[in-house]
């Protein structure tokens, strides 16, 4: 396996492959076919194309067909995992006015004359 991503660095990655929510329980494997036109780096740290400028390959170089190619069920449970945003403004609302309450801020609201 080459290009492993975990933790943090993961959860910042894993929205461009189609992974907004959730990313610390969905993991994503890229596996190239046998006759994908790349070979191991001298080392076995990275894979290199073989044609061209033998570039390094990048598995963001692969983002928008693993985007496509999600298959419904991880659609759905990436949207089970996204938060409510309704809930979540609610609960917004509710602290800022804890925060103005503890503070003893007063605002005016507006009138209708």
């Known amino acids: 396996m ?3 991503l975990t933790g943090r660095a993961w959860t910042i990655e894993a929205p461009i492959y189609g992974v907004p929510f959730g990313a610390k329980h969905i993991s994503v494997h890229i596996e190239l076919p046998d006759q994908a036109h790349v070979r191991p780096e001298g ?3 990275f ?3 073989i ?3 033998q570039s390094q390959v990048e598995p963001a170089q692969f983002a928008s067909e693993v985007l496509d190619h999600r298959p419904e069920w991880l659609i759905d449970l ?3 995992l996204a938060p409510n945003s ?3 403004q609610d609960e917004i609302r509710n ?3 804890d925060m103005l309450n503890k503070l003893r ?9």
């Open 2 to 4: 080459y290009a492993v």
């Open 95 to 97: 602290k800022l006015q």
């Open 105 to 113: 801020v007063r605002t005016t609201s507006p009138r209708l004359d």
């Open 47 to 49: 894979l290199r194309y």
């Open 43 to 45: 080392y076995r740290q």
């Open 51 to 53: 044609e061209g400028e």
């Open 86 to 88: 309704a809930d979540a």
């Open 78 to 80: 990436i949207h089970s």
